[in-house]
């Protein structure tokens, strides 16, 4: 199964989706910080960020369905990986939290990772 663009970008559309998941999911935990558990689930079944990081996965999920049915698991797993350079370069933006310039070096790592991978699925 050779890949085309747009298995391509349904990948990164993957990625890219479950990364906002996990920003919304972050921002639902936020608010149950500092209230026992009992208040916090009581108060999460209230807020629309936790209902809209369900149904993005849900979509995410039938999205890597239909992928998996067009490329190969060894091309398209890799991808997953992608969310661990998008969640914290977002998490910094949107909820400042602070990350190491190490890190970076890490994340650079990881892209080139899957740049080898779809290289190597190619070949």
């Known amino acids: ?16 989706m479950l990364a ?17 558990l009992r208040d916090g689930l009581l108060g999460l079944a209230q807020l ?5 990081a369900i149904v993005l996965y849900a979509v995410a999920t039938f999205l890597w369905v239909w992928l998996l049915s067009r490329v190969t698991l060894m091309q398209a797993y ?5 969310g661990i350079v998008i969640v914290p370069l977002l998490s910094a933006t949107i909820f400042g939290e602070r990350v190491a310039s190490t890190y970076w070096v890490g994340a650079a790592l990881i892209i080139a990772g899957i740049a080898v991978t779809q290289y190597s699925v190619r070949t």
Not at 26 to 33: E, H, I, T, V
């Open 1 to 16: 199964m050779n890949p085309g663009a747009g298995n391509l970008l349904g990948l990164a559309a993957f990625s890219t």
């Open 20 to 36: 906002i998941g996990q920003l919304l999911f972050k921002k639902a935990g936020l608010s149950m910080r500092g209230i026992p």
């Open 48 to 52: 629309p960020a936790f209902y809209a």
């Open 78 to 82: 890799p991808w997953v990986s992608a």
